[in-house]
């Protein structure tokens, strides 16, 4: 059953998570590219709707995990542009991390690496709107900006995205 099918009718924390788990994952996975900082953040997301399920189980509790998951993966890719750590290791380590990096989300090289280069609020604009099938007026609730700023954002991104693909092109001829 999913989350929306329960809408209306009660159902447990137990059975929404059970319910949200693999595609709110993959949504985390795609907004920070790195599946266990996504688990991390799913279980944080999930925390805090746990906390607040009298409240939110009536609504849309799905939409709220979503918004919770989009503001941690926000505040995580500021602090690390803050922090800018650099991981200390052997050759083997990087090696062992590339080929890990390969095993990310399924998409295409091309896209993978355009879509890590979009900022943050953009990459998010664009998993939400065709990765998660939501409209302009639920992105915007997610991510608390404007239905305009959504359509500004995935805009830029489509262009980003665009040009991106006509270099491919050029590159391949």
Known sequence: MSAREARGAEI???EFVAATAGRLLRTAVFLVYDRHLAEDLLQVAY???ARRWK???AGEPE???RKILVNLAIDEHRRRSRRRDFPVGS???VERLAAVSADGPALGSDLDEILRALPVKQRAVV???YWCDLSEQE????LGISRGTVKSHT????TALRRHMEEVRAHER
Request: aromatic share 8%; charged share 30%; no cysteine.
């Open 127 to 129: 998993v939400l709107r």
């Open 55 to 57: 409240r939110v189980a």
């Open 47 to 49: 925390e805090r709707v």
């Open 63 to 65: 939409a709220y995990a």
């Open 12 to 14: 447990t924390f137990e």
């Open 139 to 142: 992105i915007a609730e997610a």
């Open 155 to 158: 805009a830029r991104a489509m």
């Open 91 to 93: 050759p083997a380590d």
